[in-house]
């Protein structure tokens, strides 16, 4: 018996899926926008308290995994298995060193007392404090879905490890490629708006 | 549909790299720029950057270059949609 499969069906349909999570974002890219125009001075003060060269790292770090989940279905297709399996786990162990990161700066600011509904910002402007607001759900988010993909990419690993995912058939490994690319697309427009506005 | 058809679409190894190449030039410009002070401009020059690295995301990374013409168009709609969601939002709170 063959197995059919809707190689193009299944990756549009996960391009549809992008578009839910280009519009989620979307919705806060406004608020941000909306608030930054409300703001600007105090955007510009707040985004001074945030560490250009680690969010530079993290940039380099996030783009450097996407080509790495780039590279590896190149190695599949080209039925180099074992290339394309090492090309995922560095993929996400780029992404371990973006948490990573992003542990440190969250932690650094959580000392110094700078989150939402602490005391020590409860004296601050009202756009300073929103602009915190914002970094912390955008970020937060934009966290969540680095875990997701990690999760996913792992899962992708695995089912290139068993030959369920195959020079023949590697849409799951696509999708996951193409989900793992969104969330640098987002990081890539985060990175400027909260890092470089100062 | 014949999926050994879609097998052998797509760049090699050497483009990716290009590209990546180009992200790490175009994250170097834009931290760069934004030590200069250039008032309004800094975030203009900011997004422009930010929005050809996404294009080079988008075209090369997410292979949307190698896509068919539905696809294509439904990635563009998609984006205008947002432009018109985040233009209109504007329109609303620049002139109250």
Request: glycine content about 8%.
């Given at each position: 018996m063959t197995e059919h499969h809707d190689y193009q069906g299944a990756k549009m349909g996960m391009w549809i899926f992008l578009f839910t999570e280009i519009l989620l974002f979307g919705g806060l890219f406004v608020l941000f926008a909306v608030t930054f125009q409300r703001y600007p001075t105090e955007f510009h003060e707040a985004?001074?308290?945030?560490?250009?060269?680690m969010g530079t790292t993290n940039t380099v770090v996030l783009i450097t995994s996407?080509?790495?989940?780039?590279?590896?279905?190149?190695?599949?297709?080209?039925?180099e298995r074992k290339r394309s399996e090492m090309l995922i786990g560095l993929t996400i162990l780029l992404a371990c060193c973006f948490l990573v990161i992003k542990?440190?700066?969250?932690?650094?600011?959580?000392?110094?007392?700078?989150?939402?509904?602490?005391?020590?910002?409860?004296?601050?402007?009202?756009?300073?404090q929103a602009y915190f607001a914002l970094y912390y759900a955008m970020t937060g988010l934009h966290g969540i879905?680095?875990?997701i993909g990690m999760a996913v990419l792992g899962w992708v690993w695995w089912l290139i490890r068993r030959e369920k995912c195959t020079p023949d058939h590697f849409v799951a490994l696509e999708n996951a490629g193409l989900y793992w690319h969104l969330v640098d697309l987002i990081w890539i427009y985060l990175f400027p708006l909260y890092y470089l506005i100062t | 549909m014949n999926e050994t058809n879609t097998n052998h679409h797509g760049p090699g190894y050497g483009l990716f790299i290009g590209v990546w190449a180009a992200l790490m030039v175009l994250t170097c410009i834009t931290v760069v720029v934004s030590g200069i002070d250039l008032d309004f401009l800094n975030v203009l020059v900011a997004m422009s950057v930010a929005t050809t690295k996404a294009l080079l995301v988008v075209m090369f990374f997410m292979h949307l270059k190698y896509e068919n013409t539905t696809l294509k168009l439904m990635v563009l709609v998609a984006f205008v949609i947002l432009a018109i969601f985040i233009g209109f939002t504007f329109f609303d709170t620049a002139y109250r």
């Open positions: 985004s001074k308290l945030l560490d250009v060269t996407s080509l790495c989940a780039a590279l590896s279905i190149v190695a599949l297709q080209r039925g542990y440190f700066e969250w932690s650094a600011k959580f000392h110094h007392g700078i989150y939402p509904g602490s005391t020590e910002i409860a004296d601050w402007a009202p756009g300073k879905h680095v875990i | -």
